[in-house]
């Protein structure tokens, strides 16, 4: 009578190996993209207890908490931006709002230069007025369209006439908080561009991100 073939502890175990080997190359990113430094240099308006935005009347208590997630490459972003970015900033000066901007870079390089150059903006005190600026002048992903020159030139487009700006982009100084902005986003498992938190809660992606009118009924019921 045949025997069964005996198990190939070998090649049972070579095949373990590499599962656990392939798993740990999908964990290990992960974990590493979710560290954040706490050395990095962090802009005008930033905390680290809001995972590192920039954040506008964040003294305020008893009102409304809005959270954006962004890429200043996306083009829903922009989208996003101009049906709502008026009513945000509307919010942030009457100080009706807390509003907190998470400039994350899922898309290239260029993500990253347009989020260090706002930040720039911020300790200028012209981040608003940049982040407008930027989402105007928006013209594809990573086309080379915005070198640090051109964030440069963008920053005057936006009233920024100091050369601590300049110096500010093409040094890059904010990079490292580029890259905590990007690994608090994967913590707080944010994975598209834009994603709107009002008072924690993500809003209704499919009715309220893109009916102005949804969007502020959203945020009076915080």
């Known amino acids: 009578m045949a025997q069964p073939p005996k198990k190939d502890n070998f090649t049972r175990n070579i095949v373990i190996a590499v599962v656990i080997g392939v798993l740990l190359i999908m964990v290990v990113p992960t974990v590493l993209s979710k560290r954040t430094d706490s050395t990095a240099k962090t802009p005008a308006s930033v905390s680290a207890d809001r995972n590192y935005g920039i954040t506008f009347n964040g003294d305020l208590t008893g009102v409304p908490v809005i959270e954006v997630y962004e890429d200043f490459q996306c083009p829903v972003c922009a989208e996003f931006e101009k049906l709502n970015g008026d009513y945000i900033e509307s919010l942030i000066a009457d100080k009706k709002a807390t509003v907190v901007y998470h400039t994350l870079s899922f898309?290239?390089?260029?993500?990253?230069?347009?989020?260090?150059?706002?930040?720039?903006?911020?300790?200028?005190?012209?981040?608003?007025?940049?982040?407008?600026?930027?989402?105007?002048?928006?013209?594809?992903?990573?086309?080379?369209?915005?070198?640090?020159?051109?964030?440069?030139?963008?920053?005057q487009v936006a009233g920024i006439?100091?050369?601590?700006?300049?110096?500010?982009?093409n040094k890059g100084n904010y990079l490292k908080w580029v890259a905590n902005v990007a690994a608090a986003g994967a913590k707080a498992n944010v994975n598209s561009t834009p994603t709107v938190f009002i008072n924690g809660k993500e809003i209704d992606r499919k009715t309220e991100?893109?009916?102005?009118?949804?969007?502020?009924?959203?945020?009076e019921r915080g």
Not at 117 to 141: P, V
Not at 161 to 169: A, E, N
Request: proline residues 1%.
């Open 107 to 155: 898309l290239g390089p260029e993500s990253v230069n347009a989020a260090n150059a706002a930040a720039c903006s911020a300790d200028e005190g012209k981040f608003l007025k940049y982040h407008r600026t930027l989402y105007a002048n928006q013209r594809g992903e990573n086309t080379g369209a915005w070198s640090n020159d051109v964030l440069t030139v963008l920053g």
């Open 209 to 219: 991100y893109f009916d102005a009118a949804k969007f502020k009924a959203a945020v």
């Open 161 to 169: 006439t100091d050369k601590k700006f300049s110096q500010c982009v």
